[in-house]
């Protein structure tokens, strides 16, 4: 190749890599790409836009879903190490289950935290969380996609397993109770339930047989109309078909049903008979409400877990970001809470961050949000309001833990801290904002709330000095 030719291609690689960065700067808010036209000086960039959207791989599609550009952390993500094929200057293909992003160009829709599940030959399975944003068009070229991914296999592997480990001891005790069987006659209207499922549904041998319409009936109203659809002889024709709905049992007991059928055809094609099974889940329903709510939660007080409350903040930067919707961080601890670990004991000061949780919910508007941030500190994520409002809030908070004594220990108050959503302005800067008027508070003599916007000669240089 001429070396005209060698640093075309490289100047056309840093066009590409800074179109690439500007696109999803733009749709996501990162921070400013650099104006210079040197690689490096893009690749300058990548750190604010990982940092900002939690993504480590970058990667550019073109107009068939070819990946003509993929950051290093991409292409093992994506398993795109091997080498293309002498004479083939195609660019390689992703894994099909990308292919989809495609549309964001057609669209010309950036699309935020998409959830995508792909396949690799060298890497298996893998989820992954997508931004993509549609890349100008540049003279008469085919548009483009940029993709930022974070790679989430990790975290659903956990959830996964310890859902598989719920399901299967539910599903020993499935087998032990047995699954309802029924059959539905269409000429007669008649239902014909084994004994398991005249239990499933509380109902006795005094109450056979069953017809379609006492089935209906004993279905949770909101329900009625969708099952009706679901399982009429028409529905599916002869194929398998399952549902899960809520029946209302004539003692007053709620229960969630898993319904497995298929329809039986006579030699003309009508169906004339359903056949299928009927299996209580709720037990297994409730098991994986409680795993689900205690992955979101703090297992002390009962608040959103650091995890939860930043998956909220990221929707309300988003929020805002898109539409200007206002929301502020409150950033606040217990003063002096080694003193009360060390005076009553951590028994104590565990009910002493039960209690205090308690009452700060009981000042918050339903927009709120309340979550544990780490040991006695705590955030509150203030929607629709600016930071004047968030001091209003900040100021009822401080008040109702202060106001009554503890009991056992005594009064405790706390010292708060206050920044409001501005543009341009990172999650990270913001929650440094909040922690810095924390400091403040702190160092003014605890038991008071303060609003950044009123701090001297405020800087974003880093994170404030910790003083509890």
Not at 178 to 194: A, I, N, P, Q, S
């Amino acid at each position: 190749m001429a070396p005209d030719d060698s640093r075309a291609d490289k100047d056309d690689a840093q066009r590409l890599i800074r179109r690439a960065l500007e696109a999803l700067q733009g749709a996501f808010t990162v921070s400013p790409v650099p104006t210079g036209g040197d690689e490096d000086q893009a690749r300058l960039a990548l750190p604010a836009l990982v940092l900002a959207t939690e993504a480590a791989a970058i990667a550019v599609l073109d107009e068939r879903g070819g990946i003509i550009f993929a950051n290093p952390k991409a292409r093992q993500l994506l398993d795109l190490n091997h080498t293309t094929p002498p004479g083939d200057d195609r660019a390689p293909d992703p894994p099909s289950e990308l292919l989809a992003f495609r549309l964001v160009a057609i669209t010309g829709t950036p699309l935020f935290d998409a959830r995508c599940e792909i396949h690799t030959a060298e890497r298996g399975r893998h989820v992954l969380s997508v931004n993509a944003a549609p890349l100008p068009d540049s003279g008469n070229g085919p548009p483009l996609v940029a993709l930022a991914m974070t790679d989430l296999t990790g975290q659903y592997d956990y959830y996964e397993h310890a859902l598989r480990e719920s399901e299967q001891r539910l599903k020993l005790a499935t087998e032990a109770a047995g699954l309802g069987v029924w059959e539905y006659d269409l000429k007669t209207d008649t239902y014909h339930w084994d004994e398991r499922m005249m239990a499933i549904y509380g109902l006795d041998e005094s109450q056979r047989p069953v017809t379609y319409q006492d089935w209906l009936a004993l279905l949770v109203p909101e329900h009625q109309d969708r099952l009706h659809a679901a399982s009429s002889p028409g529905a599916g024709r002869g194929e398998r078909r399952e549902i899960e709905f809520r029946i209302l049992r004539p003692d007053g007991e709620q229960r969630h049903i898993r319904a497995v059928w298929q329809g039986i055809e006579d030699p003309h094609g009508r169906t004339q008979r359903l056949v299928g099974t009927n299996e209580d889940i709720t037990e297994q329903r409730e098991l994986q409400s409680e795993l689900e709510y205690r992955a979101a939660h703090d297992p002390l007080t009962d608040l959103f877990n650091r995890a939860k409350i930043q998956q909220l903040l990221r929707a309300a930067q988003a929020a805002f970001t898109r539409h200007g919707t206002p929301f502020a961080v409150l950033l606040f601890d217990v003063d002096h809470f080694k003193r009360v670990n060390d005076r009553y004991g951590h028994g104590a000061g565990d009910a002493v961050l039960w209690e205090m949780a308690r009452r700060i919910e009981s000042v918050l508007r339903e927009t709120d949000h309340m979550g544990r941030w780490g040991g006695e500190e705590f955030l509150v994520l203030a929607s629709q309001t600016d930071e004047a409002g968030a001091e209003t809030l900040a100021e009822r908070i401080r008040r109702q833990v202060a106001q009554t004594p503890f009991e056992g220990v005594g009064t405790v108050t706390v010292s708060l801290g206050v920044a409001a959503a501005e543009a341009g302005t990172s999650l990270e800067t913001l929650e440094q904002r909040a922690d810095r008027a924390l400091y403040a508070a702190k160092h003014n003599g605890r038991n008071q709330s303060v609003r950044y916007s009123r701090l001297p000669e405020t800087a974003d240089d880093g994170p404030a000095a910790p003083a509890r």
